[in-house]
């Protein structure tokens, strides 16, 4: 009986999950050690009731000993400009996070702009916090490297021009009401502690673990933190009849009670349920029966935005049963909202866009690129974009275009047919989508073409070009018959 009572117990206390992204360079990978830190925060919180996933899209270094996918976004080498830069696909995919764990700026020190590093931390605390303005930044400041010549002078940096400022950086963004914290990892983690140059041995990076969790228990409990749950965004199915709510933090179990919402005029609330983890609550509705008849149940021909308001009753997981405020609207939508770029022709030019490179003229097509795509997502935002194939002319396999990608990319290295084709094509679709992801669209849906595959020119003219090319035909001859032809003749001449 005592041990049936022990594990209710327990599944009573691990009821929610505690959704934690570890983001910095290698030392958030755990370099030398396996899950870095990460093992001993799990097991630091777990042992005081905290159920713990950690989120990121990277899985390096993960520990099979963990009972959860070892998720983080630790990439070695980053600086503070790449996760500014990749901030909206990092943390839009990511989901509603509950603590994020910020520790970057060792690159910026060593090799960067050290000067400015500060503000670049202080403008990617406002961007996490905007992406992620319900979660708890836990901000720390930089470890010393292991002294050595260069590094003494790395380390100086370190100490005079960022550490001193983060704890100001980190008080200005709570006085304007983010929930951001600091940690100074600095003071307890020194030199003693290193395994390398860089990187922490086990007993450091235990001791960095405990001291992310002790940070992490100032702010948020195995149930929530002491703020009021809010409605983070809703959508509908599309076929009407859910609507999906997700709020900021785990919901008690009475938060489904249907008398707690209202919809729209015509649509009916059946019931409405919460899922595993307590944050979404599903509501399942259906139209009148005069409506179910004709459009079939919970399809309305109205699309577009419409509004679910909370009456009331909707509150957290805490002892103090904290609660949405009454009359809470939140909008909804009961189809996707994309782009589709058909056709687009435009991503050629990205495989030889790079800091090395000369061509000027592919670095001003992809500045207008972005403008391009800013607009668009200004003027008619939508989840994603879609592009249906022929992004490009198909001329990685052609000699020409080896030859150039040769000369300026091989670095003297012998390449295949086939290694060139992916390099190429790594390059163009790597910074395609960068594009996109800085012009406002964290998801491209992308397909395959013809154009992808080669091309499909007329066999008729490519014939006529290149065997036959009669040199007396004047292009203004086929002007007034066919535009095309003459675009091909200028192309081929």
């Not at 777990?46 to 159920?51: E, I, L, P, T, V």
């Not at 992406?131 to 590094?151: D, F, G, M, T």
């Not at 409990?221 to 703020?227: A, E, H, I, K």
């Amino acid at each position: 009986m005592r041990l049936l009572i022990l594990i209710l117990s327990v599944i009573v206390v691990h009821s929610t999950k505690l959704r934690i992204m570890p983001l910095g360079d290698s030392l958030t990978v755990g370099e030398g050690v396996e899950a870095g830190y990460r093992k001993s925060l799990f097991y630091n919180l777990q042992r005081n009731g905290y159920d713990v996933e950690f989120m990121g899209s990277s899985t390096e270094n993960s520990s099979n000993e963990m009972p959860i996918v070892d998720h983080h976004e630790g990439h070695g080498y980053w600086k503070i400009n790449r996760f500014i830069e990749f901030g909206r696909e990092i943390f839009e995919t990511a989901g509603d996070l509950d603590v994020i764990l910020v520790m970057i700026g060792t690159e910026d020190m060593r090799k960067g702009a050290y000067l400015s590093a500060i503000n670049r931390l202080d403008a990617l605390l406002l961007n996490i916090a905007t992406l992620q303005p319900y979660a708890h930044i836990i901000v720390s400041n930089l470890l010393p490297l292991k002294k050595h010549e260069w590094n003494n002078i790395v380390n100086d940096r370190i100490e005079l021009y960022f550490n001193a400022y983060v704890p100001a950086t980190v008080r200005k963004h709570r006085q304007a009401g983010r929930k951001v914290d600091f940690v100074d990892s600095a003071k307890h983690l020194g030199s003693t502690y290193l395994e390398d140059w860089k990187h922490l041995n086990e007993e450091g990076y235990s001791n960095m673990g405990n001291l992310w969790a002790k940070a992490i228990k100032r702010n948020i409990g195995p149930n929530g933190d002491s703020y009021p749950p809010q409605p983070t965004h809703a959508e509908g199915s599309t076929n009407g009849k859910q609507i999906i709510l997700s709020f900021s933090k785990p919901l008690s179990d009475d938060s489904t009670n249907i008398t707690n919402f209202l919809v729209k005029e015509g649509l009916q609330i059946i019931n409405a349920t919460l899922d595993d983890e307590k944050r979404k609550i599903t509501l399942n509705i259906a139209n009148s029966a005069q409506q179910n008849e004709i459009e079939g149940a919970g399809r309305d021909k109205a699309l577009g935005f419409k509004k679910v308001t909370i009456l009331g009753g909707i509150t957290d997981r805490t002892e103090k049963k904290l609660s949405v405020q009454s009359d809470t609207q939140i909008e909804y939508t009961e189809s996707w909202r994309f782009i589709v770029l058909s056709d687009w022709h435009s991503a050629e030019k990205y495989v030889f866009n790079s800091a090395n490179s000369a061509n000027i003229y592919a670095k001003s097509d992809i500045e207008q690129d972005l403008r391009v795509i800013q607009y668009l997502h200004s003027s008619y935002r939508g989840e994603f974009v879609m592009i249906p194939g022929d992004t490009n002319n198909g001329q990685w396999t052609k000699k020409d275009f080896q030859k150039k990608f040769l000369m300026e990319f091989s670095k003297g290295k012998t390449m295949t047919s086939q290694e060139i084709v992916l390099a190429a094509g790594s390059r163009c679709y790597g910074g395609m989508l960068r594009s996109f992801r800085l012009g406002g669209y964290a998801k491209v849906l992308l397909s395959h073409g013809d154009h992808e595959a080669g091309d499909n020119p007329c066999k008729f003219l490519v014939e006529f070009f290149t065997k036959k090319r009669p040199k007396y035909i004047p292009i203004h001859s086929l002007s007034h018959n066919n535009p095309i032809l003459v675009h091909f003749f200028r192309e081929s001449w």
